[in-house]
Nanobody, 121 residues
Framework: IHLVESGGGLVQPGGSLRLTCAASGFTFTDYYMGWFRQAPGKERELVASVQVMDSPTYYSSSVMGRTTISRDNAKNMLYLQMNSLKPEDTAVYYC???????????????WGQGTQVTVSS
């Protein structure tokens, strides 16, 4: 499994970013997908996850209403659209793949290398 994230960067509070994860090396439609993040000094946390047929499964309370997870099974791509960004959204964001539904506590072991998101004025 090979996952490559992109789209991170520096954005002002209130701004938007769209993260992208390119997946390869496995049958994309056999896997549930998710986005995690890890801020300095904190544990990695699940931000959002999506089922095989592009139906969102989970949003953390901290991003609900500001974030949309989606996938394009034809392109083997996973996306995370983040709006109204806050400084507390600053973290490294990781794409993840798992053969079953991804919820908080799911023992995910397949990760990308991460993309840094920094929200600051």
């Amino acid at each position: 499994i090979h996952l490559v994230e992109s789209g991170g960067g520096l954005v002002q509070p209130g701004g938007s970013l769209r993260l992208t994860c390119a997946a390869s090396g496995f049958t994309f439609t056999d896997y549930y997908m998710g986005w995690f993040r890890q801020a300095p000094g904190k544990e990695r946390e699940l931000v959002a996850s999506v089922q095989v047929m592009d139906s969102p499964t989970y949003y953390s309370s901290s991003v609900m209403g500001r974030t949309t997870i989606s996938r394009d099974n034809a392109k083997n791509m996973l996306y995370l659209q983040m709006n109204s960004l806050k400084p507390e959204d600053t973290a490294v964001y990781y794409c993840a793949a798992h053969p079953t539904i991804i919820l908080p506590g799911t023992p995910v072991s397949d990760w990308g290398q991460g993309t840094q998101v920094t929200v600051s004025s």
